[in-house]
T-cell receptor, first 111, second 114 residues
Framework: GDSVTQMEGPVTLSEEAFLTINCTYT??????LFWYVQYPGEGLQLLLK???ADDKGSNKGFEATYRKETTSFHLEKGSVQVSDSAVYFC??????????WGAGTKLIIKP | NAGVTQTPKFQVLKTGQSMTLQCAQD?????MYWYRQDPGMGLRLIYY???????DKGEVPNGYNVSRLNKREFSLRLESAAPSQTSVYFC?????????????FGNGTRLTVT
């Protein structure tokens, strides 16, 4: 079946460092791909998405490109801030209602 | 705007007790969802409601029931709680199917079953 694999955390970086959180997927069809973010004590919220191969999603300085050839959707940001500390989830949408979620990657940014 | 409101925020149950988790959204969304979040496992869909009047099983429905009371409200019931149901439960809603529209989440209910 479909699945999503994310790099294990926590990922600890200093402020202004470059961020990459890896996400790879397996799917039989042509899924949409998402990154959601969960700040402490809150529910998840959509960060960005891409619906077809080579699409780039972007929001709040974060970017991810849908790479069909490597089945990847890695999240990147050029210069992280303390306020980016959160848990990041990669997700795959193959059917209309059932998203497949990665395990989440906790990001800690130190000042 | 309140968005998605879940009650209660915390709950402790003994094995065999029952309870209902409440969820309401004020965004006029068509679809609503119940997820559970366990460490290292991401989110797993328990039940969803594509539209008012319909409900369907997700990945892990055993031990749960749901009711889509109206367009705003979607409740989750545990008839006989078990320790394996200790988890954080999230309700979410979306205007259109989750593949197309973003999901909006509540802040979660942390449930402990002893």
């Amino acid at each position: 079946g479909d699945s999503v694999t994310q790099m294990e955390g926590p990922v600890t970086l200093s402020e202004e460092a470059f961020l990459t959180i890896n996400c790879t997927y397996t799917a039989t069809g042509y899924p949409s791909l998402f990154w959601y973010v969960q700040y402490p004590g809150e529910g998840l919220q959509l960060l960005l998405k891409a619906t077809k191969a080579d699409d780039k999603g972007s929001n709040k300085g974060f970017e991810a490109t849908y790479r069909k050839e490597t089945t990847s959707f890695h999240l990147e940001k050029g210069s992280v801030q303390v306020s980016d500390s959160a848990v990041y989830f990669c997700a795959l949408g193959d059917s209309n209602y059932q998203l497949i979620w990665g395990a989440g990657t906790k990001l800690i940014i130190k000042p | 705007n309140a968005g998605v409101t879940q009650t209660p925020k915390f709950q402790v149950l003994k094995t065999g007790q029952s309870m209902t988790l409440q969820c309401a959204q004020d965004m006029n969304h068509n679809s609503m969802y119940w997820y559970r979040q366990d460490p290292g496992m991401g989110l797993r869909l328990i039940y969803y409601s594509a539209s008012e009047g319909t409900t369907d099983k997700g990945e892990v429905p055993n031990g749960y029931n749901v009711s889509r009371l109206n367009k705003r409200e979607f409740s989750l019931r545990l008839e006989s709680a078990a320790p394996s149901q200790t988890s954080v439960y999230f309700c979410a809603s979306s205007e259109n199917p989750g593949r197309v529209s973003p999901l909006h989440f509540g802040n979660g209910t942390r449930l402990t079953v002893t």
